[in-house]
């Protein structure tokens, strides 16, 4: 019987610090195609993160029936999950969790498909800790609204993590990232 590559546990492992390494970097790509098995990037990202311990939003319905019993997460409504997916050309209009004073770590990391990460004609500009002065991230597939809305949910040391994916590519801006788009 062979297993996939996202369900063996040293891709996930791979995947994991690929996620920890754009944590640490905002707004860096980090390619994980090689532990990808030919899924796509935001499936080798629920299969690192996701466990029966953490809670799930599919805000946008793009896991099929079959994904659920394999992620093991408990369904949420998007307000009181851990972990979100959302495709990113759609309208940011879920309430999410910001964590609180005594426990920021109870925020919400939402994992967002775009079209590509690297290229595109929109691009968001980061600064903050873990970017030398400031970072352009080009996006293609991301709706206007999801800057001004992830914004809106952030008081450090609440508010919310963002993980972009497209095919192959990761990148992260954690609440401690300015987030403007670049003129």
């Known amino acids: 019987m062979e297993i996939d590559a996202i369900w063996q546990s040293a891709n996930q492992q791979r995947i994991f610090r690929a996620l920890m390494d ?8 980090q390619d994980v195609r090689p532990w990808l098995g030919g899924a796509a ?12 311990r953490t809670s799930f939003a599919d805000c946008h319905d793009l896991l099929d029936r079959y994904d659920w019993p394999l992620f093991q997460a408990r369904r949420e409504q998007a307000a009181a999950a851990d972990y979100l997916l959302c495709q990113g050309s759609r309208a940011a209009t879920m309430k ?10 109870q925020a919400a990391t939402i994992i967002i498909q775009v079209d590509n990460l690297g ?11 873990g970017i030398k002065s400031s970072r352009v991230l080009p996006v ?30 990761l990148a992260a801006i ?3 990232t300015k987030l403007e788009v670049a003129a």
Do not use: Y
Not at 22 to 29: E, H, I, T
Not at 41 to 52: K, Q, T
Not at 96 to 105: C, E, I, R
């Open 22 to 29: 754009a944590m640490a970097r905002p707004g860096s790509l």
């Open 41 to 52: 990037a935001w499936r080798g990202v629920l299969a690192s993160l996701l466990d029966n």
């Open 96 to 105: 999410a969790k910001v964590g609180t004073l005594t426990s920021p770590d």
């Open 119 to 129: 290229q595109g004609p929109d691009a968001l500009c980061l600064s903050g800790p």
């Open 140 to 169: 293609r597939g991301l709706a206007s609204s999801w800057p001004s809305w992830r914004e809106e949910h952030l008081c450090f040391p609440l508010g919310i993590d963002l993980i972009l994916v497209d095919q192959h590519v």
């Open 174 to 176: 954690p609440r401690t």
